[in-house]
């Protein structure tokens, strides 16, 4: 009987160390994906855009090679920068002192916040290039292939907290209805 409840014991205690040690491992930060830097992938998005006419899906591809190519011209001259920044908060262990908070996120933000900004005046261009191309139910479908691209790189928060989290609402626009 007292093997059992020791084995027992013994048994819960390793499953509790177990899940205690889920819950604190942390996520790696990737400084490109902060950025914005990801691709498109051409015959997806057309499929989604639903492009029928050759032309148009020929001066659509040839646009977002443009941008894709533009992209890997600015990751190839940043990554020394975004490699150092991801290398930086990976390294760091912040703590609750909310004054070296504040200095570490303005100095990341120094570095990260061009880059950001180039990428977003390359899509802005994208944008208005497709806008000019595409009919208005097209470039609908593909400013929300564009948003759902954009909200698969965002970072998932661990499990136990969504478990323990409200549900997100995807439409803010939406008034609630008590």
């Given at each position: 009987?007292?093997?059992?409840?020791?084995?027992?014991?013994?048994?819960?205690?390793?499953?509790?160390?177990?899940?205690?040690?889920?819950?604190?491992?942390?996520?790696?930060?990737?400084?490109?994906?902060?950025?914005?830097?990801?691709?498109?992938?051409?015959?997806?998005?057309?499929?989604?855009?639903?492009?029928k006419e050759k032309e148009l899906k020929y001066s659509v591809k040839k646009a977002i090679i443009?941008?894709?190519?533009?992209?890997?011209?600015?990751s190839f001259l940043k990554n020394a920068e975004l490699k150092g920044v991801t290398d930086l908060?990976?390294?760091?262990?912040?703590?609750?002192?909310?004054?070296?908070?504040?200095?570490?996120?303005?100095?990341?933000?120094?570095?990260?916040?061009?880059i950001r900004d180039s990428i977003k005046g390359f899509e802005k261009r994208l944008n208005a290039?497709?806008?000019?191309?595409?009919?208005?139910?097209?470039?609908?479908?593909?400013?929300?292939?564009?948003?759902?691209?954009?909200?698969?790189?965002?970072?998932?928060?661990?499990?136990?907290?969504?478990?323990?989290?409200?549900?997100?609402?995807?439409?803010?626009?939406?008034?609630?209805?008590?």
């Amino acid at each position: 009987m007292k093997k059992i409840l020791l084995l027992s014991l013994l048994l819960f205690s390793s499953i509790l160390i177990a899940q205690r040690q889920n819950a604190q491992k942390r996520q790696n930060f990737d400084a490109s994906k902060v950025v914005g830097i990801f691709y498109y992938e051409e015959v997806k998005a057309i499929k989604r855009i639903k492009i029928k006419e050759k032309e148009l899906k020929y001066s659509v591809k040839k646009a977002i090679i443009s941008y894709n190519s533009k992209i890997k011209e600015i990751s190839f001259l940043k990554n020394a920068e975004l490699k150092g920044v991801t290398d930086l908060v990976n390294a760091t262990k912040i703590g609750s002192n909310r004054g070296v908070l504040g200095d570490f996120r303005t100095r990341v933000s120094k570095v990260l916040s061009p880059i950001r900004d180039s990428i977003k005046g390359f899509e802005k261009r994208l944008n208005a290039n497709l806008k000019e191309q595409l009919s208005k139910k097209q470039f609908k479908n593909w400013l929300k292939f564009q948003k759902r691209t954009k909200r698969e790189l965002e970072p998932k928060a661990p499990e136990v907290q969504r478990r323990n989290a409200p549900p997100r609402r995807r439409n803010t626009r939406q008034r609630r209805r008590y």
